[in-house]
């Protein structure tokens, strides 16, 4: 079994055919670090390359599926990252190509020419339901929570999926709003194909892979090349390369500066509870004067 940091994947001990991909950080809620989207896209890999494989089950360990990408790195931290430059200039092609790689790592789950399940309990939030919603199909339990809620201020969904496969309605009132939907209200938009209580969530979901897993892989493969094809004649790559541009830009905008500032000085549950609750958000002139404030204090 190929070995990794923030995952691990293996096939399941009651059917071979279908191989488990455990996101594996639940000190961090299987929050997404440097490595986790270059293991996504490696573990995909290997996947594919076993013939005994037919299914890819993904899931997380411990309380829920993942809470996106780690805050005390990205937003908290006073170190600069490719996806947050503020030492120096803003440069958005370095930006873009990092977050697009990012991206491009989470996709070799929808790309995969084996089917992927994503299996959700707890929270698949921010970027984790980006994972979520790379995978083919989404089984939830009926408590677990889905949402974007950096579209309130320091994000943009890079994968684009919310439209794809939600349409532009409902897309539109989750990238608005920034709230999160529990399995039931998924099950019935149409976005998971099932959501049943969390002590159903393993049987359920291991009843699509064992029956999925029964059909030739070759098939399994021509199918999914068909209704990916829709998607990308409908414009997916190009829906995915503006939201990447715009993510970066959500997190170097005024708004975006102000929020993790914030983060940086009262700690990223402070700046994650104020984006939540609804409260108006500074922007603007007033999100500039923030920041120079904050930054006065942070001078030694």
Known sequence: MPDFSTLSIQPDQGNPRVARLLLNRPERLNAINEE??????????????????????????????????????????????????????????VDYAYMKRNTEDFMSLWRSAKPTIAKVHGAAVAGGSDIALCCDLLVMA??????????????CPTTAMWTYRLGPTRAKQMMFTGNVIDGRTAAAWGLANDAVPQSELETATMALASR?????????????????????????????????????????????????????EHGFKSAVQWRDSGQPIPEGDEARALIREMDARRQP
């Open 36 to 93: 986790t989207p270059r293991e996504i896209r490696a573990a995909v890999e290997w996947a594919n390359a076993e013939p005994s494989i037919h299914v890819i089950v993904v899931e997380g360990a411990g309380k829920g599926f993942s809470g996106g990408y780690d805050l005390s790195i990205f937003g908290e931290g006073d170190i600069d990252h490719p996806c947050q430059q503020e030492r120096t200039p803003w440069d958005p092609m």
């Open 142 to 155: 009926e408590d677990a929570r889905i949402g974007y809620m950096p579209t309130r201020v320091w994000g």
């Open 212 to 264: 999925i897993a029964s059909v030739p892989s070759s098939h399994l493969a021509m199918h999914k090349m068909v209704v990916n094809q829709v998607m990308l004649a409908m414009g997916l790559e190009q829906s995915q390369q503006m939201a990447t541009v715009f993510d970066g830009i959500t997190r170097h905008n005024p708004e975006g500066v102000w929020f993790r500032r914030h983060a940086q």
